[in-house]
C-alpha cells in the first residue's frame, strides 16, 4: 500500500470516528434527558435531531447556546466529549502532517 493510500484511510477512518463519537454521545444525551432531564432544550418539541446536533457542536469544540447541559451527569459528558473531541482533531491534523511531510521529502 502507498504512503498516499495510507494517509486517505488513515483521514478516512478518522473520520468515521469523529462520526461514530458524536452519535454515540447523542445517544447518551437522548437517553439520559429522556430519564433524568440533564439537557435544556430551548426549542418547543426536541428531536433526536436536537441531540445530534448538540453532540456535533459540542465535540468540535462550537458550542451552542440554546442548548445547555443542566445536571452534573450532563457537565461531566460534555467535558469528556470536548476532550475527546480535542484528542480526535489533533491526531487528524497530525496525520496530514505526516502525510505532507513524507511527500515533502520524496522531493
Do not use: Q
Not at 452519535?23 to 433524568?36: E, G, Q, V
Not at 447556546?65 to 451527569?73: A, E, G, N, R
Not at 459528558?77 to 491534523?93: D, K, N, P, Q, W
Amino acid at each position: 500500500m502507498h504512503d498516499r493510500d495510507r494517509a486517505r484511510w488513515h483521514f478516512v477512518a478518522f473520520a468515521f470516528t469523529l462520526i461514530d463519537v458524536s452519535m454515540i454521545y447523542a445517544f447518551f444525551y437522548y437517553f439520559f434527558d429522556r430519564l433524568y432531564g440533564i439537557v435544556n432544550i430551548s426549542a418547543k418539541s426536541s428531536s433526536y435531531i436536537d441531540y445530534i446536533f448538540f453532540s456535533v457542536t459540542t465535540l468540535t469544540t462550537l458550542g451552542c447556546d440554546y442548548i445547555t447541559p443542566t445536571k452534573t451527569l450532563a457537565k461531566v459528558l460534555v467535558i469528556s466529549e470536548v476532550g475527546m473531541g480535542i484528542f480526535l482533531l489533533v491526531l487528524i491534523i497530525n496525520t496530514g502532517l505526516v502525510h505532507y511531510r513524507r511527500l515533502y521529502e520524496k522531493l
